[in-house]
């Protein structure tokens, strides 16, 4: 099996996407949730176009990517083959003010909105022939100086703020927790929980993003509704 771009095989790519998917199905089933209940994001940077044309064609839509002008030279790539159409690209990197309207031109999620500004200028450089960009918001929940993310006590604000956007569709919360934290996911999901109650007017606030490779059986365990999964599908990142 020849390999791709110095990657692995697809047969092992195809396999370890496989046994994500089954790993996930595993522990919605121990915590009583239907296996659709869970999205598998499979995080793709750094990889070839080809490597994701492979999972698509076996039925994986979602896809993470990191860096935008890598990420725009695949979307292209992509867009002009049959299986690209049912793509869905999310961004989940860091933005920056003057990468806002590619951003906006190009992705249908984008995972880490962490401020207004940001906010306000993926409203007002979406496509108006685009649907509304659905956007979670990032939560720094450890409070780390490393990590990006708006704190917990100034999520309410930033909710009030953007849910007014019409070119934007509030669906949620991602979070990157610490290493050592062990309880992060939980509290998360209370804070998701206490959104939806709080503001009922959110009628797509449907969307927690957490887990990763080696944490996502945990984070299915307390509620996640997306997982970002990268180094358990496509091998190490070069």
């Given amino acids: 099996m020849n390999e791709i771009n ?3 095989d697809q047969m092992t790519l195809i396999n370890n996407w496989q046994q994500v998917s089954k790993q996930m199905k595993q522990a ?4 009583d949730r239907q296996a659709d209940d869970v999205m598998l994001l499979a995080v793709s940077k750094t990889k070839p176009a080809d490597m994701i044309a492979t999972l698509a064609k076996q039925g994986q839509r979602d896809f993470g990517e990191n860096y935008l002008q890598e990420a725009i030279e695949k ?3 992509l867009k002009t083959q049959p299986v690209g159409e049912n793509i869905v690209w999310h961004y989940i990197g860091s933005i920056q003010r003057n990468k806002t309207r590619d951003i906006a031109e190009h992705f249908d999620w984008v995972q880490t ?4 500004i940001i906010a306000k200028r ?3 450089q979406r496509p108006n022939g685009l649907p509304p960009l659905n956007v979670l918001i990032q939560l720094n929940i450890d409070n780390e100086d490393s990590k990006s993310g708006c704190l917990p006590s100034q999520l309410p604000e930033l909710i ?3 849910k007014e956007y019409e070119r934007l ?3 949620g919360l991602m979070i990157i927790p610490a290493k050592a934290n062990t309880d992060a996911f939980a509290r998360t999901k209370q804070l998701f929980d206490e959104v939806k109650a709080d503001y009922p007017e959110l009628e797509h606030w449907d969307t927690l993003s957490m887990g990763m490779s080696g944490d996502m059986t945990e984070a299915i365990e307390n509620g996640t509704t997306m997982v970002r999964v990268g180094t358990a599908i496509f091998g190490q990142r070069a």
């Fill in 28 to 31: 919605c089933a121990h915590t």
């Fill in 169 to 171: 569709q509030l669906r």
């Fill in 75 to 77: 979307i292209t790539t």
């Fill in 6 to 8: 110095n990657n692995i």
């Fill in 160 to 162: 009030k703020i953007m």
């Fill in 122 to 124: 993926l409203n007002d």
């Fill in 113 to 116: 909105v962490e401020r207004d």
